[in-house]
């Protein structure tokens, strides 16, 4: 009983933590982006407009919610959820922290859900989010969101192959699909004395992939050609409106803290703290957030400094750069571990 | 005595309980004020001129069946990634690592086809 109402609590926890996150990161993107073009950004609301996120929260609420008239009604209204529910739960698996206590002997661990198959658990939620896109471009019965949806599914899928293919590579050489065991079978050695034995020095190739599939995966900037403003006005959701509209928003900031926690995990040894080997449960869990914050930054800064790429850039540089990239590193990953 | 799963349904019940509430809570909270103008597809302010299923470039259809080729692979591999530590320790690695460079070799020569035939160019 104790272990359930710890497990709910923890459970509760995360997802707060989750959705305040998704809050800041949007306040985060506003305030860096004004940085780098030399504005002050949103400083009205609260200090230093801190209470931002929750201001635009209850505006979206109360919004006029606009829906097309015709037969799709129904997959208008399905289509936000099913784009945020998948990014909310493919958090399940991040393992944020080690051991935090011990209860009837049952261990309480650091995440939601210690899976077994946490790799293919992540990949296959996560992979779930393209319905709602498709979903909701199509239902809009309107142009520019059709073809904004087409276009973000095409995407999603090229890069996600090369995403599996690159995990796959990191779940051989960890021998288990278990993510919370992935982070620790790189804290148990150091390589040449001293440097730890993350992946991200095992595998630069795979990790350099593993980021650049993580911006396209999440229709994130040199890659967004789902919303892509000067062609296709919103994109996917244009006609959405209300917190329909702000659904979508959270799922794909969600999605972008998944992905910075999954980078975390699988590459910068999760929530291990360099040279300190017994560090206790709330310093690995500061790690881990440190860790995942750095690449939240790098997805906002990164928006705001490079130029859009050209559709069939991105269709190319997946299936002929990526891809064939993808599959050489697993191949020596494979060869390497085998002799 | 909860299994991971558990937690997992737990965490399907506030994510899907959080969506539900904030979608009815705004339909309820909002304005409703409609009318014929607001109700035509966004087009910039032109009228629109044909419905918006219009057909779609060929390429989309080719990138999913493509997709669900290579998808299929790495499905395969799961299995074998999964496994290739217990291999190795058997010492049966390059035993099994020979039948899946075999498999993978088979679909990069699959993708190679694709790719001389020119599927994977876009602006054809």
């Keep these: ?339 | 005595m909860p299994t991971p799963y558990t937690a997992l349904f737990i965490l399907l019940g506030i994510v899907v309980g959080f969506v539900v509430l904030v979608t009815v809570a705004s339909n309820l909270l909002g304005r409703k004020r409609q009318n014929a103008e607001k109700d035509s597809p966004y087009e910039c302010g032109m009228d629109s001129e044909s419905p918006a299923r219009v057909r779609i470039s060929i390429h989309f259809y080719l990138v999913a069946v493509l997709f669900i080729l290579f998808d299929v692979e790495a499905l395969f591999l799961i299995l074998w990634a999964g496994s290739a530590e217990a291999f190795n320790a058997a010492g049966h690695g390059a035993l099994v690592f020979a039948e899946v460079s075999a498999f993978v070799a088979v679909l990069a020569l699959a993708l190679a086809y694709v790719w001389r035939k020119g599927g994977l160019e876009w602006d054809r």
């Excluded at chain 1, 069939?312 to 990239?325: E, H, I, N, R, S």
Aim: glycine letters at 8%.
């Design chain 1, 1 to 339: 009983m104790t272990v359930l109402l710890a497990t709910l609590l923890k459970v509760l926890v995360i997802f707060g933590c989750l959705i305040s996150a998704a809050g800041i990161s949007t306040l985060a993107e506003r305030k860096i982006s004004a940085w780098i073009q030399l504005r002050r950004g949103p400083n009205r609301v609260g200090p230093f407009g801190l209470l931002q996120p929750l201001a635009d929260g209850i505006k979206f609420m109360f919004k006029e919610e606009f829906v097309p008239p015709g037969k799709s009604r129904f997959l208008f209204i399905l289509a936000p959820a099913l784009a945020a529910v998948p990014a909310m739960m493919s958090v399940a698996v991040i393992p944020f922290t080690g051991r935090i206590a011990e209860i009837d002997g049952t261990p309480i661990l650091g995440s939601v859900a210690d899976l077994d198959m946490g790799a293919i658990f992540i990949m296959a939620v996560s992979g779930l989010g393209v319905y709602g896109i498709i979903l909701g471009g199509w239902a809009s019965n309107s142009k520019y969101p059709l073809l904004g949806g087409l276009r973000a599914a095409a995407q999603m899928i090229s890069y996600e192959l090369s995403m599996i293919l690159i995990i796959l590579a990191i779940v051989a050489m960890s021998g288990t699909l278990n993510l919370r065991e992935i982070a620790d079978a790189q804290n148990d050695h150091t390589l040449l004395g001293f440097l730890p034995a993350w992946n991200v020095f095992l595998q630069p190739l795979a990790f350099v992939l593993f980021v650049i599939c993580t911006f396209a995966e999440t229709n994130r900037h040199p890659f967004d050609f789902a919303e892509c403003e000067s062609e296709l006005v919103g994109g996917f959701h244009t006609e959405y409106s209300s917190m329909k509209f702000a659904l979508f928003f959270i799922g794909e900031y969600c999605a972008m803290i998944v992905m910075a926690c999954l980078t975390t995990t699988l590459f910068l040894g999760g929530a291990s703290v360099p040279f300190w080997a017994e560090a206790p449960w709330f310093i690995g869990l500061g790690s881990f957030v440190f860790k995942a914050a750095a690449f939240m930054f790098l997805f906002i800064w990164v928006r705001w400094s490079l130029p859009r790429f050209r559709y069939d850039q991105l269709m190319a540089l997946g299936w002929k750069v990526f891809l064939p990239l993808a599959i050489t590193n697993i191949f020596i990953t494979g060869l390497v571990l085998a002799l």
